[in-house]
Nanobody
């Protein structure tokens, strides 16, 4: 009923930039917050950044000042601009949306399939 499709991952050298996009589609009634999480090999999934429907943002300390999250509410799309990338940013990046579907019973989290970001030193 709901799909989150990510794009924009890839391989980049340290110090470079990438921009991730995630578009939500399907029987969506309303979206609350959207965000990005990441999971490196052997590590737990961690929050990268979130943005509410009102535009309030939250960032992990490790990405503050380097990453910027933004959102196009009309397009149900969230973006993550990643600058000054470091090898430790290498991970699979997952899009998340907290939303309510049409005819549904409330808010729940949906996840994208993930996109690989690799930063070489």
């Amino acid at each position: 009923q709901v799909q989150l499709v990510e794009s924009g991952g890839g391989l980049v050298q340290a110090g470079g930039s990438l921009r991730l996009s995630c578009a939500a589609s399907g029987s969506i009634f309303s979206i609350n917050a959207m965000g990005w999480y990441r999971q490196a090999p052997g590590k737990q999934r961690e929050l990268v950044a979130t943005i509410t429907s009102g535009g309030s943002t939250n960032y992990a300390d490790s990405v503050k000042g380097r990453f910027t999250i933004s959102r196009d509410v009309a397009k149900n799309t969230v973006y993550l601009q990643m600058n000054s990338l470091k090898p430790e940013d290498t991970a699979v990046y997952y899009c998340n949306a907290n939303l309510a579907i049409r005819g549904g019973l409330g808010w729940r989290d949906y996840w994208g399939q993930g996109t690989q970001v690799t930063v070489s030193s």
